[in-house]
C-alpha cells in the first residue's frame, strides 16, 4: 500500500532563502507525482505534475523532482517571498491510479 | 471557465441528519473525486468515478453514498450524519490519469 509522508510538518525561513521541501513514498510503482499548494481555508491549486518517466519539472521559481528509486520528491522553491506562505501537499497516484496525499509541510516566509 | 464548483460552501449538521454535497465541474473531464481533508492532515479518497454512472468507493467510503448520472455533476450524500464526519471536503476532475482539479471545498460542522 503506497504511503506519502512529508517532513519537516512546518518550516519557516526568511524571504529571499532558496529552499527544499521534501516528500518521501513507500512505493516505487508510482504513476505520478503532484504537488499542490494550499492557502488558509482554501482549496488546492495544482503547481506541478511529474510523470514516473520523468525527472523534474519547472515553473518559474518553482523545480519539482522524482527519483522512484529512492523514493523521494522534491520540491525546490527559489528566493522565496513572504507570498509563498502556505501548505504545500505532495500526491502520488498509485498501481489502481488513485491520489495517496501527505500531511504537509508548512511554510512561513518571514519578511 | 469557472472549473470545480462546490456548493454549499458552509454547513452545521445536527446528529442523524442527511444532506448532498454538491460538484459541478465544466471541463468535460471524464474522471470525478471526493475527498475529505481533517485539520492538519492530507486528504483522504472517499469516491471517485471514471465516467456517467461508474463509481467506485476509495479509502473511506462509509457512511457516504455518490451518483454520477452526468458528466458534469458528481453529488455526494451522506446520510445519519455522525460528529466523525466533520471534515472539509473536496472535489475534483481530471481529463484522465493525470493532473487533478480541486474545487474550493465545502466545510462541514456535525454536532
Known amino acids: 500500500k503506497q504511503e506519502v509522508t512529508q517532513i519537516p510538518a512546518a518550516l519557516s525561513v526568511p524571504e529571499g532563502e532558496n529552499l527544499v521541501l521534501n516528500c518521501s513514498f513507500t512505493d516505487s510503482a508510482i504513476y505520478n507525482l503532484q504537488w499542490f499548494r494550499q492557502d488558509p481555508g482554501k482549496g488546492l491549486t495544482s503547481l506541478l505534475l511529474?510523470?514516473?518517466?520523468?525527472r523534474e519539472q519547472t515553473s518559474g521559481r518553482l523545480n519539482a523532482s522524482l527519483d522512484k528509486s529512492s523514493g523521494r520528491s522534491t520540491l525546490y522553491i527559489a528566493a522565496s517571498q513572504p507570498g509563498d506562505s502556505a501548505t504545500y501537499l505532495c500526491?502520488?497516484?498509485?498501481?489502481?491510479?488513485?491520489?495517496?496525499f501527505g500531511s504537509g509541510t508548512r511554510l512561513l516566509v518571514r519578511p | 471557465n469557472a472549473g470545480v464548483t462546490q456548493t454549499p460552501k458552509f454547513r452545521i449538521l445536527k446528529i442523524g441528519q442527511s444532506m448532498t454535497l454538491q460538484c459541478t465541474q465544466d471541463?468535460?473531464?471524464?474522471?470525478m473525486y471526493w475527498y475529505r481533508q481533517d485539520p492538519g492532515m492530507g486528504l483522504k479518497l472517499i469516491y471517485y468515478s471514471v465516467g456517467a454512472g461508474i463509481t467506485d468507493k476509495g479509502e473511506v467510503p462509509n457512511g457516504y453514498n455518490v451518483s454520477r448520472s452526468t458528466t458534469e455533476d458528481f453529488p455526494l450524500r451522506l446520510e445519519l450524519a455522525a460528529p466523525s464526519q466533520t471534515s472539509v471536503y473536496f472535489c475534483?476532475?481530471?481529463?484522465?490519469?493525470?493532473?487533478?482539479?480541486f474545487g474550493p471545498g465545502t466545510r462541514l460542522t456535525v454536532l
Open positions: 511529474i510523470q514516473s518517466s520523468q
Open positions: 471541463m468535460n473531464h471524464n474522471y
Open positions: 500526491a502520488g497516484m498509485d498501481s489502481s491510479y488513485k491520489l495517496i
Open positions: 475534483a476532475s481530471s481529463p484522465g490519469r493525470t493532473e487533478q482539479f
